[in-house]
DNA sequence: GCATTGACGAAGG
DNA sequence: CCCTTCGCCAATG
């Protein structure tokens, strides 16, 4: 699990096992709450390359279903990815329907709907 | 093949 | 408490 893509640099750069571990981890995101990169990165045992999640999420436009990063945030609660959806507000919003309260970019009570993969799906 | 960048995070000043 | 620097790994120029 989470191979690193030199690993299976066979020919075939499709099995992305580090991208679609955090895509399955984050479709396991309940609604309502929301996680953080660097707890993704934790969970996949590459806790201290947080940025390669938000690598794996910048490729997950092209995931069938799509992946729910809106859930997605850095560890501060803000929505520092919203500028890569279709529209920057897009992401607030998809959020807000969810029932979660967006302020300044920032979901308020962050760390009340924080929802920790190492934890709730904790093996 | 080296330098730069990036949806992060923790530590230091 | 705000800002800067460093680390981490992969992709891109």
């Given at each position: 699990m989470a191979k690193t893509s030199k690993a299976l640099s066979?020919?075939?750069?499709?099995?992305?096992t580090f991208f679609e571990d955090v895509y399955e981890v984050v479709r396991q995101i309940p609604k309502g709450r929301a996680t953080s990169y660097g707890a993704i990165a934790n969970y996949l045992g590459t806790k201290l390359s947080a940025r390669m999640v938000g690598w794996a999420m910048n490729a997950a436009h092209n995931t069938i279903p799509k992946?729910?990063?809106?859930r997605v945030v850095n560890r501060n609660g803000m929505?520092?990815?919203?500028?890569?959806?279709?529209?920057?507000?897009y992401m607030q919003e998809l959020l807000e329907k969810e029932g979660l309260i967006i302020e300044k970019d920032t979901i308020k009570n962050f760390d009340k709907i924080f929802w920790d993969p190492a934890k709730e799906l904790a093996l």
């Open positions: 066979n020919k075939e750069p499709k099995t992305y992946v729910p990063a809106q929505l520092t990815g919203k500028m890569h959806f279709e529209t920057p507000t």
